[in-house]
Every structure is written in C-alpha cells, then in structure tokens.
T-cell receptor, first 115, second 112 residues
Framework: DTEVTQTPKHLVMGMTNKKSLKCEQHMGHRAMYWYKQKAKKPPELMFVYSYEKLSINESVPSRFSPECPNSSLLNLHLHALQPEDSALYLC??????????????FGPGTRLTVL | AQSVSQHNHHVILSEAASLELGCNYSYGGTVNLFWYVQYPGQHLQLLLKYFSGDPLVKGIKGFEAEFIKSKFSFNLRKPSVQWSDTAEYFCAVRGRGNKLVFGAGTILRVKS
C-alpha cells in the first residue's frame, strides 16, 4: 500500500463551524505533514509530525489545530476559519531514515471552502 | 532561508519536442532536490530526486534532471514530450527539519 488517503475530498464550512480533516497512511512512515495550497500557488508547509510529535509549526494560526493520534493517522481540526483559509489541504508522509529521508508521498487533498 | 525559483510559469510545446524546465535554489546546507508533478485532477507525485552521487538523475516516464552545484540549478529535461505530460511541475528543495520548499510551479501544455 503506497497511498496516502484523505477525507473528505471536499468540505464547505461556515466561519463558526468546527470540522476536521483526516489523513491516513499504512506505509510505516513516521513523519507526516500538512500543507496548504492556494489556487495557482505551490504547496506551503503548515505542520510536521515526527514520531507522532509535533516538530514543526510554520507559525500557523491557532484556528488550525493538528493532531496525530497514532503513527498512521493525522488530523487537522478547524475552528472559526476565515474565507481566506479556503484552499486545497494536502497531507503527506515520509520515512525518517537518512537515505529516503525526505521523499514525501502526497494524498489527493481536501478542497476546503469557507463561506 | 531556503528558496526555489522556477523560470517559466507556462510552457507550451508540441508533441515530440524536447523539454527543459529551469530550477534554481538557494540553500546553504546539504542539498536534497526533487521534482514533483501534478497531473490534472491528480495528487502530487515524485518524478525524481537528488540526494548525492551522480548529478544526472533519471526518474519515471523518461524524465531526467541534472544537478549543477556551481550554478545552484536542478533543471528537468525530457527529450521528447507526449500529450500525457501535460501537467504542473514543481521543483523543491529539502530544508532544515525535513521541510520541503517548493518553487512556484511550471504549467506544461503539450499540443497533440
């Protein structure tokens, strides 16, 4: 299994809603990532988890709250988002060894629209 | 801080034409470089990567890239493109903390 899966594929939410994005991988990867990709822009890193611990937070607003319940799952909890947070949210995973250290496998993304 | 610059935002080629997409990076540490491709409606996929050794790396689907340290470049090439190569191509550099920094992307359209 070389897939990273993400649910839901599409999400529309209001600014007062609370929702969660989910990501799952079964490749035994111990690093997982959240990226944000706005239209016609490259992906931008939000968070990195290594061995289920948050290792990088790229100064993301607190209305985005990541969670890594186990080595296969990564969640992104959303609360009180703004319309400018509308984007494609990508999850990725990778090994944590020296050779394949950063070959990241990406999921298909969740397209989020905030009304 | 790491940065990646891709020279062309849009490229249009006819089938069988040769392709070269430019990528320059800025990073002071050990360099790991990548090219990812995003086909229409699909997720990001790794085309090829450079970690060390032979600076000419071969990837999937006939793509290759050459790492030229003196020019801080990692250009992507393919001798003969196909209509199915229509996609967006991203160059990326691995920075501190396992972070990937992407270039702005190049949209390639191949005319059949």
């Amino acid at each position: 299994d070389t897939e990273v899966t993400q649910t839901p594929k599409h999400l529309v939410m209001g600014m007062t809603n609370k929702k969660s994005l989910k990501c799952e991988q079964h490749m035994g990867h111990r690093a997982m990532y959240w990226y944000k990709q706005k239209a016609k822009k490259p992906p931008e890193l939000m968070f990195v988890y290594s061995y289920e611990k948050l290792s990088i937070n790229e100064s993301v607003p607190s209305r985005f709250s990541p969670e890594c319940p186990n080595s296969s799952l990564l969640n992104l909890h959303l609360h009180a988002l703004q319309p400018e947070d509308s984007a494609l949210y990508l999850c990725a995973s990778s090994q944590l060894d020296l050779i394949t250290y950063n070959e990241q496998f990406f999921g298909p993304g969740t397209r989020l629209t905030v009304l | 801080a790491q940065s990646v610059s891709q020279h062309n935002h849009h490229v249009i080629l006819s089938e069988a034409a040769s392709l070269e997409l430019g990528c320059n990076y800025s990073y002071g540490g050990t360099v790991n470089l990548f090219w990812y491709v995003q086909y229409p409606g699909q997720h990001l996929q790794l085309l090829l990567k450079y970690f060390s050794g032979d600076p000419l790396v071969k990837g999937i689907k006939g793509f290759e890239a050459e790492f030229i340290k003196s020019k801080f470049s990692f250009n992507l090439r393919k001798p003969s493109v196909q209509w199915s190569d229509t996609a967006e191509y991203f160059c990326a550099v691995r920075g501190r903390g396992n972070k990937l920094v992407f270039g702005a992307g190049t949209i390639l359209r191949v005319k059949s």
